[in-house]
């Protein structure tokens, strides 16, 4: 069974920093493409950042300069750098596959942005 564990959410003023973490089960992490997702109240979960095996990164347009994905393979473990925090960054961050695997969801990490 994979799963997944992020960690790292909190409350936050806009402007600030944070740097989520996620650690996944299994052997197959180090061969699989990693997306880093959200969900606000009220929308749809969505991608907003993605990292291959080897490092190579996409993000959402809203995201692109202020958040960094990154990996170790040895770990298990992606992280999401979050910078210039947005209100509007305000959701439940969740990792996955990239594709998601729709029996991987973890519980994801709340991240609150107050202006």
């Known amino acids: 069974q994979v799963q997944f564990v992020e960690s790292g959410g909190g409350l936050v003023q806009a402007g600030g920093s944070l740097r989520l973490s996620c650690v996944a089960s299994?052997?197959?992490?180090?061969?699989?493409?990693i997306g880093w997702y959200r969900q606000a109240p009220g929308k749809e979960r969505e991608l907003v950042a993605a990292?291959?095996?080897?490092?190579?990164?996409n993000y959402k347009y809203s995201v692109k300069g202020r958040f960094t994905a990154s990996r170790e393979n040895a770990k298990n473990t992606a992280y999401l750098q979050m910078n210039s925090l947005k209100p509007e960054d305000t959701a439940v961050y969740y990792c996955?596959?990239?594709?998601?695997?729709?029996?991987?969801w973890g519980q994801g990490t709340q991240v609150t942005v107050s202006s």
């Open positions: 996955n596959t990239d594709p998601p695997g729709n029996d991987y």
């Open positions: 299994g052997k197959f992490f180090s061969i699989t493409r």
């Open positions: 990292i291959n095996i080897g490092g190579f990164t």
